[in-house]
């Protein structure tokens, strides 16, 4: 299957607040890596202090994050510097924020790499902090930035609280940029729940009833009462019932009702739907109604999907089903258009980064009209080509195979069954996702190969270079349909389930699926053969060869079992 994109935010805070041009410099810095999302740039004029937020893949990230230290270590003097927010350099703090298909270990490793740069190349001093801390008390921004950048010169050569990528003694260019906090944590999600009520103090009692923090414990009288104290003389306070959560209760004139507003600081133990449902739970047992879920800003795809597929299994529903139909589930279960119509491209990060490289790019194949695909294949330029509609045919193959489970799910009678059809109809999804990827990504090894055959060859050296890019372009060429043959092939074992377990009523269809299939290995298979006969490293195109017929001959007794399946329940 294909490898989900790797996707990382990242939310650095600069030391300037008022200078709209040192604030545009930044800010260009980030937007002239390529591959960046700049999602926005916020000044505060009394803090003196902006948070620039940006999105990318991780080495498109972090070149980004240090063009920006750079540039803010070059404008802004510290020595200079006024404003109420705490800070320790121009660039105060820069975390690295998994988005998809990264793990915040992996962040923090990126953040242990980009801290050292920015020491050895910048001469900046960096503390790491949260999850990529070397000491467990640095987890704590409060503890990276003590005394404030007023304290360096005292902490900046003290073992115990020197920084932990280029501590030095105190000079001149630390005294101008100060030093930066580098970290990786968790994505933080603000979600607001409309509550059918005006009264600010049920709302902030709903939000003590579920923010991790939870509520004073009190002598006597549970909300008028003196807050008992332990020896040590601190608050005891009673949790609440969700962890990684931090809220309270307030009014809002705009919309005339009362709202939770919640922090949600850990999406892995407090996902958005669970938060939710308990804010629904706590909320009804003081006698109030949840009339839906404001996000604040932007989130992860997988927090609206996991949401989706939360409520479909809740309803004994398939979870097999195409994503935009899963995050409008999860529109609609959470009330997120309760207040304005939700437009998951404008809210959803991966959207906005799909829809942001697709201005001005050549249109995807999968975008097109099934005429206009039909169409753009008949034209007389070679791509796409029979490798494309292998890979399209093996796409619709799976496409079959997960309509038949998810009427198998649905069939009347077989209620017990919605699970097991269920886990049929997402694999086959995944299947189909995987094959569309293909569709477009076949008619791209053909046009590298195209623009190597395109290289100079003048000189020896250049006659070199291109021989090698031709070759490297057939090798990518020949990988990419026989990786349609695997993906293509899997679809039996689909088919195969529907046809002798599924919906009796939709058989053909998973005939047809069979079919399809088979249609998409073979014609993959042409592909892998034609392109490994251009291949110089002859014993790897005779690997390729004999895979590729590995596979037609098992697809071959793979539809000829699964059509006698078929056959054998419609006569």
């Given at each position: 299957?294909?490898?989900?994109?790797?996707?990382?935010?990242?939310v650095?805070?600069?030391?300037?607040?008022?200078?709209?041009?040192?604030?545009?410099?930044?800010?260009?810095?980030?937007?002239?890596?390529?591959?960046?999302?700049?999602?926005?740039?916020?000044?505060?004029?009394?803090?003196?202090?902006?948070?620039?937020?940006?999105?990318?893949?991780?080495?498109?990230v972090?070149?980004a994050?240090?063009?920006?230290?750079?540039?803010?270590?070059?404008?802004?003097?510290?020595?200079?510097?006024?404003?109420?927010?705490?800070?320790?350099?121009?660039?105060?703090?820069?975390?690295?924020?998994?988005?998809?298909?990264?793990?915040?270990?992996?962040?923090?490793?990126?953040?242990?790499?980009?801290?050292?740069?920015?020491?050895?190349?910048?001469?900046?001093?960096?503390?790491?902090?949260?999850?990529?801390?070397?000491?467990?008390?640095?987890?704590?921004?409060?503890?990276?930035?003590?005394?404030?950048?007023?304290?360096?010169?005292?902490?900046?050569?003290?073992?115990?609280?020197?920084?932990?990528?280029?501590?030095?003694?105190?000079?001149?260019?630390?005294?101008?940029?100060?030093?930066?906090?580098?970290?990786?944590?968790?994505?933080?999600?603000?979600?607001?729940?409309?509550?059918?009520?005006?009264?600010?103090?049920?709302?902030?009692?709903?939000?003590?009833?579920?923010?991790?923090?939870?509520?004073?414990?009190?002598?006597?009288?549970?909300?008028?009462?003196?807050?008992?104290?332990?020896?040590?003389?601190?608050?005891?306070?009673?949790?609440?019932?969700?962890?990684?959560?931090?809220?309270?209760?307030?009014?809002?004139?705009?919309?005339?009702?009362?709202?939770?507003?919640?922090?949600?600081?850990?999406?892995?133990?407090?996902?958005?739907?669970?938060?939710?449902?308990?804010?629904?739970?706590?909320?009804?047992?003081?006698?109030?109604?949840?009339t839906?879920?404001?996000?604040?800003?932007?989130?992860?795809?997988?927090?609206?999907?996991?949401a989706?597929?939360?409520?479909?299994e809740?309803?004994?529903?398939?979870?097999?089903?195409p994503?935009?139909?899963?995050?409008?589930?999860?529109?609609?279960?959470?009330?997120?258009?309760?207040?304005?119509?939700?437009?998951p491209?404008?809210?959803v990060?991966?959207?906005l980064?799909?829809?942001?490289?697709?201005?001005?790019?050549?249109?995807?194949?999968?975008?097109?009209?099934v005429?206009d695909?039909?169409?753009e294949?008949?034209?007389?330029?070679?791509?796409?080509?029979?490798?494309?509609?292998?890979?399209?045919?093996?796409?619709?193959?799976?496409?079959?195979?997960?309509?038949?489970?998810?009427?198998?799910?649905?069939?009347?009678?077989?209620d017990?069954?919605?699970?097991?059809?269920?886990?049929?109809?997402?694999?086959g999804?995944?299947?189909?996702?995987?094959?569309?990827?293909?569709?477009?990504e076949?008619?791209?090894?053909?046009?590298?190969?195209?623009?190597?055959?395109?290289?100079?060859?003048?000189?020896?050296?250049?006659k070199?270079?291109?021989?090698?890019?031709?070759?490297?372009?057939?090798?990518?060429?020949?990988?990419?349909?026989?990786?349609?043959?695997?993906?293509?092939?899997?679809?039996f074992?689909?088919?195969?389930?529907?046809?002798?377990?599924?919906?009796?009523?939709?058989?053909?269809?998973?005939?047809?699926?069979?079919?399809?299939?088979?249609?998409?290995?073979?014609?993959?298979?042409?592909?892998?053969?034609?392109?490994?006969?251009?291949?110089?490293?002859?014993?790897?195109?005779?690997?390729?060869?004999?895979?590729?017929?590995?596979?037609?001959?098992?697809?071959?007794?793979?539809?000829?079992?699964?059509?006698?399946?078929?056959?054998?329940?419609?006569?």
């Amino acid at each position: 299957m294909a490898r989900q994109k790797q996707l990382v935010e990242c939310v650095p805070n600069f030391s300037e607040g008022r200078d709209k041009h040192i604030i545009q410099q930044i800010a260009a810095a980030v937007e002239s890596v390529e591959g960046v999302l700049l999602l926005n740039v916020d000044p505060g004029e009394a803090t003196n202090r902006t948070v620039v937020t940006f999105v990318g893949e991780p080495e498109a990230v972090c070149e980004a994050a240090f063009r920006a230290v750079r540039t803010a270590g070059e404008l802004i003097d510290m020595r200079k510097h006024h404003g109420a927010h705490p800070r320790i350099g121009a660039t105060d703090v820069l975390p690295l924020i998994p988005v998809s298909g990264i793990t915040l270990e992996e962040c923090a490793q990126l953040a242990h790499g980009l801290a050292e740069r920015i020491a050895q190349e910048l001469r900046i001093p960096c503390y790491a902090y949260e999850a990529a801390a070397f000491r467990p008390e640095r987890k704590n921004l409060a503890v990276c930035r003590r005394g404030e950048y007023e304290g360096i010169p005292q902490r900046i050569s003290d073992p115990n609280e020197a920084p932990d990528y280029g501590a030095r003694p105190y000079d001149e260019g630390v005294a101008r940029t100060g030093c930066t906090v580098v970290g990786a944590r968790d994505f933080l999600i603000a979600v607001n729940y409309n509550l059918n009520t005006t009264s600010t103090r049920r709302a902030n009692a709903i939000a003590f009833d579920v923010r991790e923090k939870g509520r004073p414990v009190r002598e006597g009288n549970p909300i008028t009462g003196t807050p008992k104290r332990d020896a040590q003389g601190n608050i005891i306070m009673q949790p609440g019932t969700l962890k990684g959560t931090k809220a309270i209760g307030w009014y809002i004139d705009e919309y005339g009702i009362a709202q939770v507003s919640m922090n949600i600081t850990d999406i892995n133990i407090a996902p958005l739907h669970k938060c939710f449902d308990e804010v629904c739970r706590c909320a009804q047992n003081r006698g109030i109604r949840v009339t839906g879920t404001e996000i604040v800003g932007l989130v992860p795809k997988r927090v609206l999907i996991e949401a989706g597929r939360y409520f479909l299994e809740k309803q004994h529903r398939s979870t097999g089903i195409p994503e935009e139909d899963i995050i409008q589930m999860a529109v609609k279960s959470l009330g997120l258009d309760d207040l304005c119509p939700f437009e998951p491209r404008k809210k959803v990060i991966e959207y906005l980064l799909e829809d942001a490289a697709a201005n001005g790019a050549a249109r995807k194949l999968v975008g097109l009209t099934v005429k206009d695909f039909a169409q753009e294949t008949s034209r007389e330029s070679p791509a796409p080509g029979g490798g494309t509609i292998s890979a399209y045919m093996g796409a619709l193959g799976a496409a079959l195979g997960s309509m038949v489970a998810n009427l198998s799910s649905h069939k009347a009678g077989w209620d017990d069954r919605w699970h097991e059809f269920s886990v049929w109809a997402d694999k086959g999804q995944e299947l189909m996702t995987t094959l569309l990827h293909l569709v477009d990504e076949d008619t791209q090894a053909f046009n590298r190969i195209m623009a190597a055959f395109g290289l100079p060859k003048g000189s020896d050296e250049e006659k070199a270079a291109r021989q090698q890019a031709i070759q490297e372009a057939t090798l990518y060429a020949t990988e990419v349909p026989l990786r349609t043959m695997k993906t293509s092939f899997e679809v039996f074992d689909l088919c195969r389930a529907m046809a002798a377990e599924g919906n009796p009523n939709s058989v053909s269809d998973a005939g047809v699926g069979v079919l399809a299939a088979r249609a998409a290995v073979l014609g993959a298979g042409l592909n892998v053969k034609i392109n490994a006969a251009s291949l110089k490293d002859r014993q790897r195109a005779s690997e390729f060869c004999s895979e590729a017929d590995a596979l037609i001959a098992k697809a071959n007794e793979a539809e000829q079992e699964i059509m006698t399946i078929v056959t054998s329940k419609i006569q």
